[in-house]
Nanobody, 121 residues
Framework: VQLQASGGGLVQAGGSLRVSCAAS????????VGWIRQAPGKEREFVAG???????TYADSVKGRFTISRDNAKNTVYLQMDSLKPEDTAVYYC????????????????WGQGTLVTVFS
């Protein structure tokens, strides 16, 4: 599975942005996809994940503001980010693993290249 993240950019605090993760390869629907972010000088942090069955999990820091979804027909996972805060500034990576979400980013097998989200106040 190859992943490509896109949609990052510069947005004012309180605004919205949607990042996308496009996958190539067969059986994408069999994979869980997670969004993991890394802010400058910080460790990678799990943000949200969606299982192959459509169930989702969110980090407490984004719960109620971010929404993850998937379109298996388009081999794409989306992360809708609303009410953005400056502390959401990071490179956002999408990653995939079979079947189930993990909040441990080290357990993801396939990674995209990341897309930068910058939130200014």
């Amino acid at each position: 599975v190859q992943l490509q993240a896109s949609g990052g950019g510069l947005v004012q605090a309180g605004g919205s942005l949607r990042v996308s993760c496009a996958a190539s390869g067969r059986s994408f629907s069999a994979y869980a996809v997670g969004w993991i972010r890394q802010a400058p000088g910080k460790e990678r942090e799990f943000v949200a994940g969606i299982s192959r069955y459509g169930g989702s999990t969110y980090a407490d820091s984004v719960k109620g503001r971010f929404t993850i979804s998937r379109d298996n027909a388009k081999n794409t996972v989306y992360l809708q980010m609303d009410s953005l805060k400056p502390e959401d500034t990071a490179v956002y990576y999408c990653a995939a693993r079979r079947d189930y979400i993990s909040v441990n980013h080290a357990l993801y097998d396939y990674w995209g290249q990341g897309t930068l989200v910058t939130v200014f106040s």
